[in-house]
Each structure stands twice: as C-alpha cells, then as structure tokens.
C-alpha cells in the first residue's frame, strides 16, 4: 500500500487551528524550520503584535498563501471578534526578501513586548526585524545573571538594535558598550533603551569589531561578554574564519571569573564547533552550560538548532603562546 504524501500545509492549518488566545508578546507560533514536520520546513508564522508575519523560505503557490491567510482570517474573527487581521506575507531566498501586507496594516512605529521589555521593530523590509524571537532565552539568562550579580559591566558584540543591552540593564547591569558596524541598527538599539526608559549605563560603537579591539578593551574588563554574530556575512563575520580570532582576544576582555555567552546561528556547524576552538584559542575558561532554545523554536537536531553557549574564565592569565596574538591595529 502506497504511504500517504506529506501534505505541506496541514501543521501549519493545525497550529492555526489550535491558536486559542489573542498573542500579546512577540513570539513564534510555527516553526516549520525545525525540520519536525515534513513537506513544511519552509513555512514559519510569527506574532509581532497587532501583526502576523507569515514567511516561505522557497517558493509557493499563490493559493496556499491564500489558503493560510483564509485559515488565519477564520480564527483570528473566532478568538478576537470584531478586531482586524494585520498579516504580512514575505518570501525569502538566500539573496533577497520579498514582503507584502496581505491585509490590515503595520503600525509606525511598531513596538513589541517580550517579558516586560519594548523593542521596536520593521517588518516590511530586509530579512531581520528588528527582534530575534529564537533568542528569547538568551535574553532572559542574561537579565536574571545580571540581577543576581547587578553592578557589573558587559559587552554585547553584534550588538545589532541592542536587545541584549535592555536585558542587561533591566536586570541590574551598571554599564553595558554595544559595537556593531551597523549604525543604523544602533540607532535603532537606542531608540530600544528610551522605548524602556533606560537613560544611562548604555554606550554605542559604530565600529568594525576586528579594527577596534583598542577602543573595545579601554571600557573594560567586563563581567559578562556577549558575543552574537551572524554566521555568514560578506566583509562582517565569516564563523569559520572569524570566530577564532574573537577568541584569541577574550582574555583581555573577561575579568577573572567573569563569562563569554557566545552563539551560533548555521545549521551547518554543530556545538562542537565552538567547543574545539574555545578549547584551543581560549584555553582559560571552562564551558558552563548550553542555554535551552525556545520551545516554539523545537528542532529535530540539537546540532542544526541555535547554539548559545556560555563559558566562564576560570584562569587568571592568558595560555595561549607567545606570538600568537594579532597584533592590535592603529586607531
């Protein structure tokens, strides 16, 4: 007897269907890309309330689109009577991101919440909105250590629009430096600290992280690194290469006891793939533990799935060689 084909839309139809209260913080509620689900890994939805964001990472027939926004319609009318359905449909390849409001409208500014914190964020253009859904427990781990050890110093790397920044000085963090080469982002990042009424402890580089170590190294040692690089980005960070020579400078950036929270976002390259360079460019500290991921971010591999791992320097110098270190470059 033949077996039944996967149909590709069906989960996506049942996690609409099972949708049984009105989201009011962003977050994701299907997550097709973690491979659980087959025929619909390329369907993920989201709540950026008062907006749905509905994405294809391949290409799709009209009618499904209209299929998902006509079952979205159906329980949206059941569960928030008289309210409209806001939903904005966006195709992705690995070049381009093509987005379209399919109905209602998206809020200017648009601002969501998560835990308690406010960030602003853009849905109708580019491939990143502002928010990163799957790091939600990156954020949490990091504003609950803060408040635990409150008064201590962080730098958030890649820092992008500074979310990592609001949950650091929202859990009792006294200074946190953000660096990214994105100063549009940064601008952003900003505009998330007023949104949350944080008015000081945060500064703003707009540097290329690699040819700033001088400026970097000056506001710390820190208590608490961050490290969040996009895995693959032409002329930004390339993990393969890059990833080492972040580590090779972490000794100078971490106090004694202090912690690196580093991640890793490409399926392609497992937890072992931090483990093995932390273990021979940044000998002094210990690995802690794998923070958990979201569970509407499940995944069928533990390797494919974000990897946010947290070290703690447990040496008081540096062990690398003598002569391995690059070489701190004019500012």
């Known amino acids: 007897m033949p077996v039944p084909l996967p149909v590709p839309l069906q989960p996506l139809l049942d996690a609409i269907a099972a949708l049984d209260h009105v989201p009011t913080e962003a977050c994701r509620l299907f997550h097709g890309r973690g491979g659980r689900f087959?025929?619909?890994?390329?369907?993920?939805?989201?709540?950026?309330?008062?907006?749905?964001?509905?994405?294809?990472?391949?290409?799709?027939?009209?009618d499904e689109v209209a299929q998902v926004q006509q079952a979205l319609s159906q329980r949206w009318a059941a569960i928030a009577p008289g309210q409209p359905l806001n939903l904005v449909?966006?195709?992705?390849?690995?070049?381009?991101?093509?987005?379209?409001?399919?109905?209602?409208?998206?809020?200017?500014?648009?601002?969501?919440?998560?835990?308690?914190?406010?960030?602003?964020?853009?849905?109708?253009?580019?491939?990143n909105h502002g928010l990163f859904l799957d790091m939600a427990e990156g954020r949490r781990w990091v504003r609950e250590a803060m408040a635990a050890q409150p008064g201590g110093r962080v730098l958030n790397l890649f820092a992008y629009t500074c979310a990592f920044s609001v949950a650091a000085l929202q859990g009792g963090a006294h200074q946190v430096v953000n660096v990214d080469m994105a100063s549009g982002a940064l601008n952003i990042?900003?505009?998330?600290?007023?949104?949350?009424?944080?008015?000081?402890?945060?500064?703003?580089?707009?540097?290329?992280?690699?040819?700033?170590?001088?400026?970097?190294t000056r506001s710390g040692p820190y208590q608490l690194l961050i490290a969040d690089p996009p895995s693959y980005q032409k002329g930004s960070f390339v993990a393969e290469?890059?990833?080492?020579?972040?580590?090779?400078?972490?000794?100078?950036?971490?106090?004694?006891?202090?912690?690196?929270?580093?991640?890793?976002?490409?399926?392609?390259?497992?937890?072992?793939?931090?483990?093995?360079?932390?273990?021979?460019?940044?000998?002094?500290?210990?690995?802690?533990?794998?923070?958990?991921?979201?569970?509407?971010?499940?995944?069928?591999?533990?390797?494919?799935a974000l990897k946010v791992m947290l070290y703690q320097r447990t040496e008081f110098f540096s062990q690398e060689p003598a002569g391995t270190r690059e070489a701190e470059p004019a500012l």
């Open 38 to 62: 087959a025929g619909s890994e390329h369907w993920t939805l989201d709540a950026y309330p008062p907006v749905f964001l509905l994405t294809s990472f391949a290409p799709v027939p009209e």
């Open 89 to 127: 449909f966006q195709h992705r390849s690995d070049v381009r991101a093509d987005t379209q409001v399919l109905c209602g409208h998206v809020p200017e500014p648009h601002v969501v919440e998560e835990a308690g914190a406010r960030f602003k964020v853009h849905l109708p253009r580019g491939f």
């Open 189 to 216: 990042g900003k505009q998330n600290h007023q949104l949350n009424g944080l008015t000081h402890g945060a500064s703003f580089l707009p540097h290329d992280i690699f040819s700033s170590w001088g400026k970097i």
């Open 241 to 304: 290469k890059d990833y080492a020579r972040l580590m090779r400078r972490l000794a100078d950036l971490v106090v004694p006891g202090g912690h690196a929270l580093l991640c890793l976002n490409s399926p392609k390259l497992g937890p072992g793939f931090l483990q093995d360079l932390m273990a021979e460019h940044a000998p002094g500290f210990t690995f802690v533990q794998r923070l958990g991921n979201p569970a509407s971010f499940a995944d069928i591999s533990a390797e494919r």
